[in-house]
């Protein structure tokens, strides 16, 4: 049976330039089924198989409300819900394989929402002029597995850079739909850990460690949305345990850094009752864009992580504002929890010497941890470096002795 790519695109702007597309993926073999998003004007030199006052009707809403909402931004989010509706169900019935976008700024919002509702696996691509220089990625990526193809040109018009862009596309998407795999279903032995530069060589060690008592480890780089990420895939059964190693995601939300991982971030695995072991791995910096730096925070200990990030230390009133926050999300756990501090820095430069060492501000997260953590929670202290592959082992050998609790 032909694979089934839908096609989501404002209709009546990109209406030649979506079915420009739709034709490459038919002369590929594929099948396709062009929905449109356009909310103004009618589909210009193209019809699509689902028009937009069908569209504009899986969140409660219809075409007219759209059209008289008040504000550009309004009918667009009102379109914006729909898509994800429909697309959730033409997933659910069978009718789509893979799925591609083609817009500007608001097309390209509207398409990528509706994308991000189909889980990991399904072919997702995203066709723009915004997926580029200064854009928040944020809201065509989200934490989903997107293809994101910069446009170059506009969409508007079929010229030779725009053709040989749309060429790929197609080309692209009939490899992932004939070729591509979804998700396997969740493994018995497969554990999450959270990770950046700062602990890869403890972490590498601690997947090691587990690996030798066979678990599988599945590590996530934790920069705002790699934690989130991680969090989603627990609550969708894909792990037995979670290595929480590198929780900086808690912090950055605190002074504005980009590492944000959002309200929830560290509350996910407790609610869901699986076992964890969390580390306050890299808690001690913000992560920011190089020149972006707050006026509030340039006169605080910084670390130039590479030529685009700079790191920016706590303070030693802000690590204590962390040992409260992780102590209630911990304690809220319904499963069972360990924390693992290490007492020889939090990251590469916080040691001894290091710019961003602060033994006192450490240790006042450390005593909260020690007074508010519920008295049922290991917390373990280690005279280590959180990147020491020491460490890392220790780490995996907490973890390993927690499950071992839970055998029958």
Known sequence: MKKTVVLIGTLDTKGPEIAYLRDRLQALGLQTLVVDSGILGEPLKITPDIGHEESATYAGSNLEAMRT?????????LMRESLKNLVRQLYQSGRLDAIVSMGGAEGAVMGAAAMMVLPLGVPKVLVSPIASGYHFFGPLVGTSDMMVVHSVVDILGLNPIACAIFDNVAAALMG???????????????????????TTTAVMALKDRLEE???????????????????????EGQ???????????????????????GVDRLEV???L??????VPGCIDF????AG?????LKDRPRYDHNPEYVLVRATGDEMEELGCIFAKKLNAATGPVRVSVPTRGLSIPNTPGGVFWDSFADARFRRILETDLRRDIPLTLYDHHVNDPEFGRAVADDFIAMMETLQP
């Open 269 to 271: 695995v407790g609610r």
């Open 273 to 278: 009752g699986l076992p964890q072991v969390v």
């Open 286 to 289: 913000s992560v920011w864009n």
């Open 176 to 198: 992932m739909a004939q070729h591509g795999r979804g998700l396997a279903a969740p493994g018995s032995k497969y554990v999450a850990i959270t990770m950046l530069g700062n």
């Open 239 to 261: 792990f037995v345990g979670v290595v929480d190693f590198t929780t900086n995601e808690v912090y950055d939300p605190l002074v504005g850094g980009i590492h944000d991982g």
């Open 292 to 296: 972006t730096v707050p006026a509030a």
């Open 213 to 235: 008592h066979g678990y599988e480890a599945v590590i996530f780089h934790s920069n705002g949305v790699g934690g989130p990420a991680m969090e989603e895939l627990a609550a």
């Open 69 to 77: 909402a008040g504000s550009r931004g309004r009918a667009v989010a």
